[in-house]
């Protein structure tokens, strides 16, 4: 019986540092929360915040080693978890049939971000990871993209971690501006959500921008941000595709784990794009607070990955990135600014 007893003793503490370790992302999530109630940081959002704040708390309390289970559960499992349910946030049906044109525009826009990203992080001998991630990010969704395609591309989770950190910032920062030039460019209302859904990051940085321009630009600039959500799924395959041609070549053998999330991630989409609020009814007060969930899981995630972040190598693995994502934004803005 002693040892039984000291079995079930191991395994009631092992539960309990997972548990906690959960619940302790959960906490810098909140912290990432109250913050953005400051003037200033609601721009920046809760998921950018709670980032920022799990690092600090990495370079002066150090990595809290006895819940590193519930932390590494938190930025794996559950950040699959929030990709599947990020699923909800596409309509396939209205992309397909409202939005195929911004299709062709989307589709140039994640060729020509994540292209330009990776040459010029080569001229500019950044970390490579890094700098595929912040291409993606800027292409399509921001830190959602990132988060897909970062266990398909075996990123560190520091390196994700870091990606985020840039996309969340970086899209805010362009979110802001876009809003402040809204009254003086020579765009339609329709024009200007458009330039916002096809140029800007992250959704919640659309919605920013594109409020300011009344609410047909904010429909058009969401129609167009769903279109390059949509191509994401594409995007991933080919991402396993070559990470498994990189795989033969460099080892004799492609061991590529299959992102089961992403198979949620269409499920989801499907669900939610023809069966929740058609045979299904739904109200839009459920959606808002699906959403709002999805945001809590995912930023407790990013939150875990941010815990497995160096200040020093932030500075050696940050800069050149930074700079070569920032380049190809702010041409993937001008040049988008002329077709729409």
């Known amino acids: 019986m002693g040892k039984q007893q000291a079995k079930q003793q191991f395994n009631q503490a092992s539960f309990v540092q997972w548990a906690s370790g959960i619940a ?32 600090i708390y990495r370079q002066v309390f150090g990595y809290p080693e006895a819940l590193r289970s519930g932390i590494a559960f938190s930025s ?11 699923g909800l946030k596409l309509n396939i049906g209205t992309v397909l049939t409202d939005g195929l044109g911004l299709l062709v525009r989307d589709a140039g826009v994640i060729i020509f971000a994540i292209l330009a990203t990776v040459w010029l992080a080569r001229k500019l001998k950044a970390n490579p990871t890094i700098s595929m991630l912040l291409g993606v990010g800027t292409g399509v969704c921001g830190a959602a993209a990132i988060a897909a395609v ?64 009344g609410e047909e630009a904010l429909a058009f600039a969401l129609l167009a941000k769903l279109g390059r959500v949509f191509l994401l799924i594409p995007l991933c395959f080919i991402f396993m595709y070559w990470m498994k041609r ?34 299904i009814p739904v109200t839009g007060e459920t959606l808002n ?24 190598d932030l500075r050696k693995k940050a800069l050149k990135p930074l700079i070569a994502m920032v380049t190809v934004s702010i041409f993937v803005s001008v040049l988008t600014f002329f077709i729409v």
């Open 76 to 86: 794996k499992k559950l950040l699959r978890f929030a990709i599947i349910l990020y």
């Open 150 to 213: 970062a266990p398909i591309i075996k990123s560190k989770d520091e390196d994700t971690a870091i990606s985020v950190g840039i996309i969340a910032l970086v899209g805010t920062i362009f979110a802001i501006t876009y809003t402040l030039l809204r009254p003086i460019l020579p765009l339609t209302d329709i024009e200007y959500g458009i330039w916002a859904g096809v140029s800007i990051h992250e959704v919640a940085q659309v919605v920013l921008a594109a409020a300011s321009g």
């Open 246 to 279: 990189k795989s033969t070549d460099d080892s004799g053998s492609a061991k590529i784990e299959f992102p089961w999330f992403l198979v949620g991630f269409i499920l989801m989409s499907i669900f939610g794009s023809f069966v929740l609020g058609h045979s």
């Open 24 to 55: 302790f992302t959960f906490l810098i999530a909140y912290f990432g929360f109250l913050l953005t109630k400051l003037p200033g940081f609601s721009m920046v959002g809760q998921l950018a915040s709670a980032i920022v704040i799990a690092i």
């Open 289 to 312: 607070s699906i959403s709002t969930a999805t945001t809590w899981i995912l930023t407790a995630a990013m939150v875990g990955l941010g815990l497995n972040v160096s200040l020093g």
